[in-house]
């Protein structure tokens, strides 16, 4: 049976779809899918993000750990600051990302659910003399996300007196009523905006206090299709969709999880050594798809009868009126404006690869 959020029970009372994700039963939709990515793109949408975990690192070596095991600098965040990062194998391979919150006697870990036994185990496996505990919190605390150009509305509005986070991954504990929330600023459109943390036992009750408070604010729950199209197009790649252990950071795309000056971690000598070389043969980009249909994963890309690629996920974009992607697209083929064939479930689609994020 898949996995299910305490929230299942009041998502379907609010008429919600679902379908199953990362091993668990999440929703689709609430309304239309079109409703949704309007409220994501122009208001504010609500996620719940159980498939996200939270695993804490604690101990007085816990940053000097983490430092010396990812690609970003870690030592150098204080409290209420934070930062995306990649834990890869020695061959430079991405094993799973994170996005890292510091906090005065922890290190918070927000990982894919799916990821997090793997995630412990690669953990663990390297503290040897390390004061370092390294402690699985996903059973005991829920992971919410208000995201949109007015989710920094929705927050000032509901947490008076406090203004919202605004680098990326500065955070702080906020009171609401008998609620604590720890507030993080997360982009995960486009648009950006706020992942929240609570106990999962007020997780319903944070989820209620939202949707029945800053309704002005043109907030409504969101599902899994409107966020995925908005995740692709602002190019944001899921670990499992757009990138595993096969993919080097550099092709992805993702120079904001690397530090070019902290000096060494697991992996780090295959990041210098594309980085010196100035490029790599394959990176992740755009593909505005000719047609509605989606592509498949794992679709394969062609040019002048030569295979320049594949698909790694596509879906129908309301705004856009067309079908769009994210693939994998060879240097002789990456140049936006190039003509591909993508050859789909019907048949052969025309294509033009196109930067990301989308315009």
Known sequence: MLERSVLFGTQRDSGADFVEFRGREVPKRFTSLDEEYAALGHEAGLLDLSVQSVVELR???????????????????????????????PQGRILTDMRVLCLEEALMLLVDADLVEKDLALLRRYIIADQVDVIDRSADLA??????????????????GTSPPEAPFEHRLIQVGNLTVRCARVRRTASGGYDLIVPESQSVDLWNLLLQAEKPAGLRPVGLEAWNVRRLEAGIPWYGVDMDEAR??????????????????????????ATFRGHVNRKLTGLLLSSGEPARGGD?????????????????????????????????AWDPGTSVGVNCAGGRTDAEVTQIPFD
Request: glycine share 12%; with cysteine; proline share 4%.
């Open 59 to 89: 101990g007085r070596d816990r940053s000097r750990f983490l430092h010396g095991m990812v690609t970003n600098d870690i030592r150098s965040l204080s409290p209420g600051q934070g930062c995306y990062a990649l834990m890869l194998t």
């Open 143 to 160: 992971v919410l996300s208000l995201q949109g150009p007015r989710a920094a509305e929705v927050i000032a509005g509901l947490f008076r």
């Open 248 to 273: 080097i950071p550099l092709e992805t795309g993702l120079e904001e999880a690397i530090s070019y000056s902290k000096g060494c971690y697991i992996g780090q000598e295959v990041v210098a050594r």
């Open 300 to 332: 394969k890309i062609f040019r002048n009868g030569q295979e320049v690629g594949w698909v790694t996920d596509s879906a129908y974009s309301p705004g856009l009126r067309r079908a769009i992607a994210l693939a994998y697209v060879r240097k002789e």
